[in-house]
C-alpha cells in the first residue's frame, strides 16, 4: 500500500503565505512526477503544480509568480510554497503522485486525503 499525507494548511489573511508538505510512504519503488490540485466549493478539481523526478515544474498560469512546488526525492516529499495568498486560492488542495511499487511494472496515481487553505480577512 502506498499513503500520501498532506500537511500545512490552514487560515491566512490576504497577502499572507502558508506552505504545505506532503509525505509519500509505504511500498514505493519509484515515484515519477508529484503535484498538487485543488478543489473549490461547485468547482472541479483543477492542477495547481506539478513536478517531475527530474525537477521540472510546470504552474497554472493563476498561480505563477506567487506559488512554488518542490521535493526531496530521497525522502518522497513534495512541498507547495504559497506566497501573497488571495481569497480565490480558497479550496481543499490534494497531494498527487505517480507511484511504482515493488514488484509493479507500472505507475499508479495515488491521493492524499487533502487539507483544507481559507485566504480570508
Known amino acids: 500500500q502506498v499513503q500520501l499525507v498532506e500537511s500545512g494548511g490552514g487560515l491566512v489573511q490576504p497577502g499572507g503565505s502558508l506552505r504545505l508538505s506532503c509525505a509519500a510512504s509505504?511500498?514505493?519503488?519509484?515515484?515519477?512526477?508529484m503535484g498538487w490540485y485543488r478543489q473549490a466549493p461547485g468547482k472541479q478539481r483543477e492542477l495547481v503544480a506539478r513536478i517531475t523526478s527530474g525537477g521540472s515544474t510546470n504552474y497554472v498560469d493563476s498561480v505563477k509568480g506567487r506559488f512554488t512546488i518542490s521535493r526531496d526525492n530521497a525522502k518522497n516529499w513534495v512541498y507547495l510554497q504559497m506566497n501573497s495568498l488571495k481569497p480565490e486560492d480558497t479550496a481543499v488542495y490534494y497531494c498527487?503522485?505517480?507511484?511504482?511499487?515493488?514488484?509493479?511494472?507500472?505507475?499508479?496515481?495515488?491521493w492524499g486525503q487533502g487539507t483544507q487553505v481559507t485566504v480570508s480577512s
Open positions: 509505504g511500498d514505493i519503488l519509484s515515484i515519477a512526477a
Open positions: 498527487n503522485a505517480q507511484v511504482s511499487r515493488y514488484m509493479d511494472n507500472y505507475y499508479a496515481t495515488y
